[in-house]
């Protein structure tokens, strides 16, 4: 048993709902499908993001020619059941870009999932919860559009809510304000500030929303700032969340060293899959330290795949899983209500009444739907075949 070819295929997905950030307003994702054959004929399928200029120098084209590297050097040949002797290949291979060694371990653990017959989750250790309750993301927006939006996904059964509320001091306040007075006082409200602040301004703004029972403050300051967190945590009782700042291990190791955070948000398709989430939740726990699962982009198969993880994983609910940012791509407020199809053919671990629940297997138990595939192929980049 040997793997003897790797497919990697551009995609540009429409959002059904864009996503509006303090720093840009995203109408769609750029991902790469990577697709990884053995020579009986399975074949395992993984998708990651290409992140937008900020965060990441990298295109899709980029990330292509990346991966048709790992894969020339790392993956062809190789026993696909050996994912840790593939992916510490990988990483010596390609040292940093995390997001791209994403789309090939969750094709590695997909294909060992359907080689054995079990869901992805059994190969994480198990079923660790039943079902698990959603945070939903207000985007940024006016501030009655909102409160809005907040009422329709709490009255669909979501159970706390992280509102973005952008740069500006006076509107962030008015924005809080005003979906607290439209949920009530018992739903637990954090808020993402996309590292627009430095810490003086970024605790004043915490400070002035804490009096509305703020629940978490995510992303204060920008990315490398530990120095801005560690001022503010000595400050503030509110309890501040690593995101951008903790995207690989060696920066969340960086950040529990300092104490500098409470929490952290583990999504597994930025910090490079399976492999390293599970590295990342070690040294989380270890640390008695808190985490909230997410997905940072949602096509189905890496809602399927972030799910598999969360359910694997017996944790506190401190702060709840942001597992339900598929809806932003297909609409509604659950599985059955989707607007349009996702590039799977049927989305796996559905959301229904503000949970997500156990995703059905072998594998990551998805199907891709070929022709919206071929829909969404990157106008101008070719598909790359390495055999």
């Known amino acids: ?97 995390s997001l791209t060694k994403t789309h090939i371990d969750y094709a590695l653990y997909d294909l060992k999932g359907k080689i054995l017959d079990v869901p992805v989750y059994e190969l994480l250790g198990g079923i660790g919860r039943d079902k698990i309750p959603l945070e939903w993301i207000v985007t940024l927006d006016e501030p009655e559009a909102q409160a809005k939006m907040a009422l329709k996904f709490l009255g669909a059964g979501f159970h706390s809510l992280k509102l973005k509320v952008g740069q500006d001091h006076a509107m962030a306040v008015k924005r ?88 952290f948000h583990l999504a597994p398709d930025r910090i490079g899959g399976f492999r390293k989430s599970l590295q990342f939740r070690a040294l989380v ?24 993880f969360g359910i694997s994983c017996s944790k506190r609910t401190q702060v709840l899983d942001q597992l339900a940012n598929i809806l932003y791509f297909t609409g509604g407020t659950d599985s059955k209500k989707i607007s349009r199809k996702d590039i799977t053919k049927e989305i796996n671990a559905r959301i229904e009444n503000g949970f997500v629940h156990v995703p059905r297997g072998p594998g990551l138990g998805i199907e891709l739907n070929e022709d919206l595939v071929n829909e969404y192929l990157t106008p101008g980049i070719s598909k790359i075949v390495v055999q």
């Open 285 to 308: 726990d270890a640390a008695h330290l808190d985490y909230a699962i997410s997905t940072y982009n949602s096509p189905g198969i890496c809602h399927a795949a972030a799910t598999h």
């Open 1 to 97: 048993m040997k793997i003897d070819k790797v497919e990697i295929i551009p995609v540009t997905i429409p959002l059904e709902v864009p996503i509006r950030h303090a720093f840009t307003t995203r109408t769609h994702g750029l991902f790469v499908i990577v697709k990884i054959t053995i020579d009986e004929g399975l074949e395992g399928i993984g998708c990651g993001a290409v992140l937008y200029p900020g965060y990441s120098m990298d295109s899709q084209e980029t990330v292509m020619l990346k991966i048709k590297g790992l894969a020339k050097e790392g993956l062809l040949g190789a026993n696909p059941l050996n994912i840790e002797q593939i992916l510490a290949k990988c990483d010596a291979l390609l040292r940093e870009n």
């Open 176 to 263: 809080f304000g005003t979906v607290r007075e439209a949920v009530g006082e018992s739903i637990e409200m954090g808020i993402d500030m996309d590292g627009m602040f430095n810490a003086h301004d970024a605790l004043r703004l915490i400070e002035d929303l804490a009096k509305y029972n703020l629940h978490f403050a995510e992303q204060p300051v920008s990315k490398h700032d530990i120095d801005g967190y560690v001022a503010i945590k000595s400050r503030t009782h509110v309890p501040l969340v690593a995101d951008e700042s903790a995207w690989s291990i060696q920066e969340t190791y960086a950040l529990i060293s300092r104490r500098a955070v409470d929490m």
